[in-house]
């Protein structure tokens, strides 16, 4: 089994034995939406602090309804009977490769943890780079060859997966990219997985990401979660939305949910329940999390450019993808795991090599995480949501300053990271 | 992909679809611990209700010292960091059956997810069964014939599992069984999966359960959970203690837990730690659970060997597990399936077909789970838990009555279920 710890959860203990060692860095390689539960859901969660029994593998009615409402809402009808709910979208996207079986295309880089997905299940990744300047959705005239090509090899290819907006790269692919792809799903007969668990956290609130589902109902899946929008990620929960009528493909993804994870946590379920019911309060808090993630990943995504590094503007989520090419010479390095392990060994810098995301080892591209910038205390995160301006809070203005720093040393020429260390006195902000 | 949904969770669904639509059914099936969340861990969970990041992969320091703690008080000396937590133990022994690799023997009967689980991974259940009268561990002599033969035919086999107590047989494994297993083990190269989640329910307090751990550290894997001693089943956590020395085994667990489900809810791993300490307030509410178990198994188990059935009598946990052999003339059935399907639309006794535990088909053996006898409010449930003479309690005397009654039909001559629905005005027992 080749398959190693996940890279960005790995990456994070790494990070964290070392600040518990006592060195200083600026965590930006973990996807954490470094952001407090917000009281309504603490609440709800209490309120089912009794409920212990296991409930349907799908999910109880009540968070199945629920969902299909949030579906409904972005203009896509839903049958609750259609959504299964799961210990996290990362088990749900997990399930669904093994349900729908075959090889499954991903984009050229994308997440760390579907081309490790497809290997567990004993399916092959086909990595199809976006069309350039894009993000989280392949190429589609790369695609239909990649797929003639392999089912002229006798290989079985199922599916196609789109993350909309991206993550690592930040950005949200073009409408017309996502029509083409449909259209070509449907030539090639191939189900459309489309991770959206970032679709809330588009920066533009007048934007209206096009889900596949919107124009291909009939074969793509959905998934979505609240680790992201809501910041629940350590409490495990994420729904999925069938195809119409895929009452086949739900049988079989419920028979592997309930093969190796029964259900989700049941306080959890109740409170999610809520969650995806979208009350004032809530759909308040995602808005603020939206701008202040904007905010923030823009800022940082100037800091990159500043210094020479090239990237696409983010659009959503937390994340920017910078392109350390143009520096190649003055950081001698060959490859983007090199590149990152000198960030964070020189400059304190903790991102992730573009590699783990499927990039080739050679392009000096990193994935950069913005949302553990916000400060290590509840407090200080509540101020950096609700602050008019959270680039002036101390906490994130020096976290700003220090990767500044840095980066400018890197575009005049690397500094040893004593040096630097001794120049700047910035706090250490990282996962709680 | 030949899996359907877990056999105990679809029966359960079922029952309850029936329940809905007005039937009559006592609910047999499932093997839900059927009492209520101790206030206690209530707490816990309530404090913990803004704990929202991923945390470590293998689960929070706390949660996993408290669990090295609760094998040390068992006479097995645990390193926390060879302990791995999970959402329930049913992934924890998917990602088992995963990082050990090869096909893996299996007790004829056995808990239905264990084959399952080894479907879904490509791997090969062996089934071998125990020694007559015994449960959960296969008969070491022709474990060996078999893990020899299936080598001799090129397959690799990884490892051996036991139940201890078992799941469906409700009985525990002779130790001079477990002793040959673990014999048979090492001159094998097997590793031993102990799945121990019933074992603090074995009924006798003075019997202590011999775990292959203890006889061979080196290469035993226990998993247990909170689900069946503290019914937090619906709450979904469960841990692991890997075998001494076992780094790789871990690495490799940890990889397909990062890629599969990240870490269990925080705050309900915080709940978990605190539970694995075993305060005097757990320890007692565990020891009333337990009485509360083989006090009513028992008695289950009497009305069925009264009736002409044969079992062997339930040493641990909520189940027992009857032959209508003697009775196959009666009931004009000719597999458990059959037998099942007339247990619930002529009787409304909802059990399970030994057939779903890989036994047979013509064995006429059902899994009979009692823990759904306890009533369906958390008053009663407390009621039945501190009882001095739980059977006199009128829920759990009438759903005993029903039994008998069914039984006595049974046993004298099938009748319609008509008939026995308007004589019997028994309440509806099922799953909250």
Request: overall charge negative; charged content about 20%.
């Amino acid at each position: 089994m080749k398959v190693t710890v996940s890279a960005t959860l790995a990456a994070n203990e790494d990070i964290e034995r070392r600040r518990r060692a006592g060195e200083r860095v600026v965590n930006l390689a973990f996807g954490e939406a470094g952001l407090p539960v917000h009281p309504a859901l603490r609440r709800r969660l209490i309120a089912a602090s009794g409920s212990n029994g296991y409930g349907p593998v799908a999910g109880t009615p009540d968070l199945r309804a629920a969902a299909a409402g949030y579906w409904e809402r972005r203009g896509l009808p839903t049958d609750p009977d259609l959504v299964v709910s799961g210990p996290g979208s990362k088990p749900l996207l997990y399930s669904l490769l093994l349900a729908i079986g075959g090889d499954v295309v991903l984009p050229m880089p994308s997440w760390v943890s579907y081309a490790a997905q497809a290997d567990l299940v004993g399916s092959r990744p086909i990595m199809v780079p976006p069309p350039p300047g894009e993000g989280g959705a392949p190429d589609p005239d790369r695609v239909r060859s990649a797929v003639l090509h392999a089912r002229a090899q006798g290989r079985t290819v199922g599916s196609v997966l789109v993350t909309l907006p991206d993550n690592p790269t930040g950005t949200l692919a073009n409408q017309q990219t996502i029509r083409r792809l449909v259209q070509l799903a449907e030539e090639l007969d191939l189900t459309i997985i489309s991770d959206e668990i970032y679709r809330d956290l588009v920066h533009d609130p007048d934007a209206e990401p096009l889900s596949p589902a919107t124009l291909a109902p009939e074969r793509t899946v959905i998934t979505t979660g609240l680790s992201k929008s809501l910041a629940l990620g350590g409490w495990r929960i994420g729904v999925a939305r069938l195809p119409d009528g895929a009452h086949d493909l739900r049988d079989r993804m419920l028979a592997v949910a309930s093969e190796i994870w029964s259900s989700p946590s049941a306080p959890v379920q109740q409170a999610a329940a809520y969650a995806f019911t979208e009350p004032p309060e809530l759909t308040e808090r995602v808005a603020a999390s939206r701008r202040l993630h904007g905010t923030v990943v823009q800022a940082v995504y100037e800091r990159f450019t500043a210094a020479g590094a090239v990237a696409a503007r983010p659009q959503g989520g937390f994340y920017v993808y910078p392109d350390f090419g143009p520096l190649r010479d003055r950081l001698g390095v060959a490859t983007s795991s090199e590149l990152a392990a000198v960030l964070l060994d020189r400059y304190g810098l903790g991102v992730l090599p573009g590699h783990a995301f499927g990039d080739e080892p050679g392009e000096l591209r990193v994935r950069v995480a913005t949302s553990l910038l916000y400060g290590e205390t509840t407090e200080q995160r509540l101020s950096a949501l609700n602050a008019p301006d959270p680039l002036v809070l101390p906490w994130i203005a020096r976290a700003l300053d220090h990767l500044a720093e840095a980066l400018e040393h890197i575009a005049t020429g690397g500094v040893p990271r004593r040096a630097l260390n001794h120049a700047s006195l910035i706090p250490t902000v990282a996962a709680s």
